[in-house]
């Protein structure tokens, strides 16, 4: 069952107001909603825990009447990028087929995404005065290490053994050939669809390149400016609707575009990409390139900083982070075993702290080939948390607390100035009855 998208195919008939805070009302429908979603995880949770939704919501609520009351605002293209995140989510659960989706939720996407917008916007409000709330909060290496001695010493996490790497990425240069291939097969079918009439949407999905929209038709959805690359951009934002645009190349490959709609900052386009063929001769060109890297720092004639910047890919995260390479999962730069990407995993393998690897090929989400070399930072043996050594990770645990008493605070001094109402259904909630007994709310 879908849990990207808490709206469902029926709704209660009747619902009501269970909770008010300031002017922000909470629904039975949006406990029942946020219930629902938990038990798709968690089956066992048991009655009480309407109680818990119920708080975290009147939490969530408090903040956005706040933010309101200070002008806290948010974009209508960040609600729109958000929105469009969380549908191509829901896309993808239903292996792109929108049918499928409006059979599930009794509404097309279109009307998913207008249901949700309130949502989200308030999802956003209450973060981002989450945020203004915690902006000033700092930790002390004293408050840090004190954090760490209030642990007792059999309840100190055990960490696994974890490796930090570091990487040039490199991307193979293509030859002139192949590059007039592609420019040739774009050609055609741009004059398919201006001159023959030919639909474009079928045309992207019969030979665009690209893997994210090529199925979809090229449709890129709502963008906002500043997420495509340079040539992209000034292109698609130069465009009349339904206008289709010149060939243009990209480090991608060629593209023709087409503007489907425009809303101030925001566009959504489609288009469709032919990628120039990468040879076996432009690898083994590649290959050498990296070889000779390598031995240049090997030697100590460049620093492996050095060639990140003059070598390296610059649309590679690791770029601009000195070649370290961050784990997903965790936003630091410490990767368990586990979660190393397989190529790097079994490239590294018997490699001592310092080395360096041969060229490591790899392929990009979107398909496109690469070649990096790898140097293993860092290699930890498993462990009880110390203080020293993890210190990184114990800092950000103890400023994380940190910012989670700010806003205990804050809510409760906030709910001692807010008006609060919670309804007969969970007025005997205990986590509830103890909110109210240590705020004192002015009721009009």
């Not at 069952?1 to 269970?18: G, R, S, T």
């Not at 004639?301 to 690791?318: I, P």
């Not at 070649?323 to 590294?348: K, M, S, W």
């Amino acid at each position: 069952m879908p849990v990207l998208v808490q709206a469902q195919p029926e709704k209660a008939v009747i619902d009501k107001v269970v909770a008010t805070v300031g002017s922000e009302i909470i629904l039975l429908s949006e406990v029942q909603e946020q219930i629902s979603y938990a038990r798709q995880q968690q089956p066992d949770l048991p009655e009480e825990y309407a109680c818990v939704v119920l708080q975290n919501q009147l939490v969530q609520k408090l903040l956005v009447n706040q933010a309101k009351l200070d002008s806290v605002e948010v974009r209508e293209e960040e609600v729109e990028n958000q929105l469009e995140a969380r549908v191509e989510r829901l896309r993808t659960y239903f292996n792109q087929d929108e049918q499928a989706i409006e059979e599930y939720y009794g509404q097309n996407v279109n009307a998913i995404k207008e249901q949700m917008r309130g949502d989200m916007r308030s999802q956003l409000l209450a973060e981002r005065m989450q945020a203004k709330i915690t902006e000033k909060a700092t930790i002390t290496p004293s408050e840090v290490k004190a954090f760490f001695n209030a642990i007792p010493v059999d309840s100190l996490p055990y960490f696994n053994s974890e490796v930090e790497v570091r990487e040039i990425v490199y991307k193979p240069l293509v030859n002139a050939e192949e590059k007039a291939k592609a420019r040739a097969r774009i050609e055609e079918y741009r004059q398919r669809i201006t001159e023959g009439g030919e639909s474009f949407a079928e045309l992207a999905k019969k030979y665009s390149d690209d893997p994210g929209s090529g199925s979809k038709g090229g449709d890129l959805g709502w963008q906002k400016r500043g997420t495509f690359v340079p040539e992209f951009e000034a292109t698609v934002y130069n465009l009349e609707p339904d206008q289709i645009s010149q060939i243009i190349e990209t480090e991608f490959g060629f593209h023709i575009i087409q503007l489907l709609e425009r809303r101030g900052n925001l566009v959504h386009a489609r288009h469709i990409l032919i990628r120039p063929e990468i040879t076996e001769a432009d690898l083994d060109l590649a290959i050498e390139k990296l070889d000779s890297i390598r031995q240049l720092i090997l030697s100590n004639n460049v620093t492996f900083s050095t060639a990140v910047k003059v070598f390296g890919d610059k649309n590679t995260s690791s770029y601009n982070n000195d070649g370290r390479v961050a784990n997903p999962r965790t936003g630091n730069t410490f990767f368990e075993v586990a979660d190393l990407d397989t190529n790097i995993f079994f490239a590294i393998d018997g490699l001592d702290p310092g080395d360096i690897t041969e060229p490591v090929p790899f392929r990009a989400p979107d398909g496109t080939r690469f070649f990096r070399l790898v140097l293993l930072q860092s290699r930890s043996k498993p462990h009880k948390a110390d203080l020293k050594q993890d210190y990184n990770r114990i800092q950000a645990a103890a400023l994380e607390q940190k910012k989670g008493d700010y806003i205990e605070h804050w809510v409760l001094d906030k709910l001692q100035k807010t008006y609060l109402s919670i309804g007969n259904l969970y007025k005997d909630c205990p986590n509830l009855q103890l909110l109210l007994a240590q705020t004192q709310p002015e009721r009009p």
